[in-house]
């Protein structure tokens, strides 16, 4: 098993590596019908896409999104979807360095140990570039649950955290961290630039909401909501981290603290608070499902890090080229992809076992 597919009923497979001649993703499962273009997808990409700001890498890649099959006069056909986008960026002597000796934190060691050879080029399949097609194929996804709005945000770089007083949606993508506090937006500024300009890097949390998912998608048991989400979230390069409404806080409430109460509402019920997250029993109920991914600081930066060659000998590494000094920030587009793709996924499941 190698592990590049993911979706039950909405399935998608991701292939291609960082320096390669192109990425992309097949999703198979999709229903017949939908209007879908490549315009539907690219404003996603467009958010993903690296070299916009200070903040982020500065490899240039336009990523565009080209779809070569599963879509006829505008509209999906119920066949598999490939999606593919070209690498023009590639800038491979970069990774000299890396070939010979492994960078704490990152895949290399891990890939040499299980596969014993790898593409070191800008990480290979490792690489984040590999969330461009997550990115691609979760656009195919929103189309499919048009009634969910997913809506993702940083909450906190380098351990400095937003004040969720205030909060404003308009904020989010009107500054580069995605940031809804303009305040805080700020005050990343130097925090972000303090760590590209010392070489280092700092780590950041995502925050996710999804509203309009219905009461009812989801599973018992060994494919909660909350697990698929979980795994979804999981898989993102870099994320080591994950929580659903309150998380880990909620081991520190009492019981009547952290229920949900409820009052009869207009067609179901009302609830006055959100400690679940939005899930009970792995079942939506019908509230925003809400969660927190984080992600650690990344591991290729230029301050030198002891380490072992692929021989075995003793070593230091400082590593060159083009790299996030902070990933979370291109992971909210990553983050917003998965939950989609698991949404459509569920919406899917749920309509074959209860109609
Ligand atoms: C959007 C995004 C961009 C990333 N960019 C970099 C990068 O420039 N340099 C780097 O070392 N890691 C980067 N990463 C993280 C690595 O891909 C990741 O740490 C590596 O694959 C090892 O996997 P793991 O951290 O999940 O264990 C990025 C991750 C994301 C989500």
């Not at 592990?3 to 229903?31: I, K, Q």
């Not at 909401?209 to 909350?226: H, Q």
């Not at 992600?295 to 060159?320: C, N, Y």
Request: hydrophobic share 40%; charged share 20%.
């Amino acid at each position: 098993m190698s592990f590049n597919s993911f979706g039950r009923l909405f399935r998608f497979t991701t292939w291609g590596e960082s320096h390669g001649p192109a990425l992309g993703a097949v999703v198979d499962g999709c229903p017949p019908g939908i209007a879908l273009s490549e315009e539907d997808i690219q404003p996603w990409l467009d958010k993903r896409r690296p070299g916009t700001s200070r903040f982020t890498t500065q490899r240039r890649e336009p990523d565009q999104v080209r779809i070569l099959s599963g879509v006829f006069e505008g509209r999906t056909t119920g066949t598999p979807i490939s999606l593919m986008i070209e690498n023009v960026d590639q800038r491979s002597k970069d990774y000299g360095n890396v070939a010979l000796a492994y960078r704490p934190g990152h895949a290399d060691y891990a890939y040499d140990a299980k596969y014993g050879f790898r593409d070191y080029r800008g990480g290979g399949r490792s690489s984040a570039r590999e969330t461009a097609a997550r990115v691609a194929a979760g656009a195919v996804a929103r189309v499919v649950i048009p009634e969910v709005r997913i809506r993702a945000w940083v909450e906190s770089i380098g351990g400095d955290r937003i004040d969720y007083e205030a909060f404003d949606d308009a904020q989010i993508d009107a500054n580069p961290f995605f940031c809804p506090d303009a305040a805080a937006a700020e005050r990343w500024e130097a925090i972000v630039d303090g760590a590209r300009k010392s070489g280092s890097s700092v780590g950041a949390v995502v925050a996710c909401e999804a509203t309009g998912v219905p009461a009812g998608w989801g599973a018992p048991l060994y494919a909660k909501l909350d697990s698929e989400l979980a795994s979804a979230c999981m898989s993102i390069n870099a994320v080591k981290g994950f929580e659903i409404g309150d998380g880990f806080a909620a081991a520190a409430l009492t019981g009547e603290q952290n229920a949900d109460p409820m009052r009869a509402g207009n067609g179901g019920p009302r609830f006055l608070a959100n400690h679940a997250g939005g899930i009970a029993g792995g079942i939506a109920t019908g509230q925003p499902v809400t969660m927190r991914v984080a992600f650690k600081p990344t591991s290729s930066i230029l301050t030198p890090v002891d380490t072992i060659t692929r021989t075995g000998e003793e070593t230091q590494i400082a590593t060159k080229g083009r790299h996030d000094p902070c990933v979370g920030i291109r992971g909210v587009p990553v983050v917003e992809a998965m939950v989609a793709l698991v949404l459509a996924d569920q919406a899917l499941l749920h309509r074959g076992q209860c109609g």
